[in-house]
């Protein structure tokens, strides 16, 4: 993904969408990266297409979903590192599909039953909606760098980078609770202790500062 800095800042959680299908070709590229990603990371994330089903419950209509026929399931094998597995990859998905022209929103427990085929050891995470807004969202207020970050004036820039993609990241509820620290080369990331989607969202926010930082710059403690 180009400028992907760009595609952080540029996207917003929407909810709301046009009646408007995605074209065949947007489906293909999506598709396709999917399948890179499920087979670098063992996930089993799985798209679905003008099936408004899912989004047309009860819980959809409290989340304030509209017109929704497209999703991604985040599927998995189950294990302690799932829900932040699901957030990484689920995330550089959701930058791909801004990417290409689409609009997305990370819905935890708003929307109904996914029609994803799932092995007896899977487990669905979460589910993101997709498709073409009617507006492009809009932004959300921010923590500061030094809130979520040991960051210092003399700290490198691609640490200060990093941050600043991360305080990027959605989150639930935009609760951003979570935490950066550097030493020396290392970086530690730890998500925060009461809240809802910690572990989704702290997948979210390291896939984030990893595309920003540059993963050569740094290794996770």
């Given at each position: 993904?180009?400028?992907?800095?760009?595609l952080?800042?540029?996207?917003?959680?929407?909810?709301?969408?046009?009646?408007?299908?995605?074209p065949?070709?947007?489906?293909?590229?999506?598709?396709?990266?999917?399948?890179?990603?499920n087979?670098?990371?063992?996930?089993?994330?799985?798209?679905f297409?003008?099936?408004?089903?899912?989004?047309?419950?009860?819980?959809a209509?409290?989340?304030?979903?509209?017109?929704?026929?497209?999703?991604?399931?985040?599927?998995?094998?189950?294990?302690?590192?799932?829900?932040?597995?699901?957030?990484?990859?689920?995330?550089?998905l959701?930058?791909?599909?801004?990417?290409?022209?689409?609009?997305?929103?990370?819905?935890?427990?708003?929307?109904?039953?996914?029609?994803?085929?799932?092995?007896?050891?899977?487990?669905?995470?979460?589910v993101?909606s997709?498709g073409y807004?009617?507006?492009?969202?809009?932004?959300?207020?921010?923590?500061l760098?030094?809130?979520?970050?040991?960051?210092?004036?003399?700290?490198?820039?691609?640490?200060?980078?990093g941050?600043?993609?991360?305080?990027?990241?959605p989150?639930?509820?935009?609760?951003?609770?979570?935490?950066f620290?550097?030493?020396?080369?290392?970086?530690?990331?730890?998500?925060g202790?009461?809240?809802?989607?910690?572990?989704?969202?702290?997948?979210?926010?390291?896939?984030?500062?990893?595309?920003?930082?540059?993963?050569?710059?740094?290794?996770?403690?």
């Amino acid at each position: 993904m180009d400028n992907v800095f760009e595609l952080m800042k540029a996207r917003h959680s929407v909810r709301q969408y046009l009646d408007k299908p995605i074209p065949d070709n947007i489906r293909t590229q999506l598709n396709n990266f999917a399948a890179s990603l499920n087979r670098q990371s063992g996930l089993n994330m799985q798209i679905f297409y003008d099936e408004p089903e899912c989004f047309s419950s009860r819980l959809a209509h409290y989340g304030r979903f509209e017109n929704c026929s497209n999703y991604i399931a985040m599927i998995g094998k189950k294990s302690d590192d799932l829900d932040e597995k699901c957030g990484y990859y689920g995330e550089l998905l959701v930058l791909k599909a801004q990417e290409l022209g689409l609009n997305t929103c990370w819905a935890a427990l708003t929307h109904g039953k996914s029609k994803a085929v799932l092995d007896k050891d899977e487990k669905e995470v979460i589910v993101i909606s997709l498709g073409y807004g009617k507006t492009q969202g809009s932004e959300r207020k921010s923590k500061l760098p030094a809130d979520v970050s040991n960051i210092m004036a003399d700290s490198p820039e691609w640490f200060k980078r990093g941050v600043k993609a991360a305080l990027l990241a959605p989150t639930a509820v935009n609760q951003q609770k979570f935490r950066f620290t550097l030493d020396k080369n290392k970086v530690s990331a730890k998500a925060g202790v009461f809240g809802s989607c910690l572990k989704i969202d702290l997948g979210i926010v390291k896939c984030h500062f990893e595309l920003a930082a540059g993963r050569e710059n740094f290794s996770w403690a």
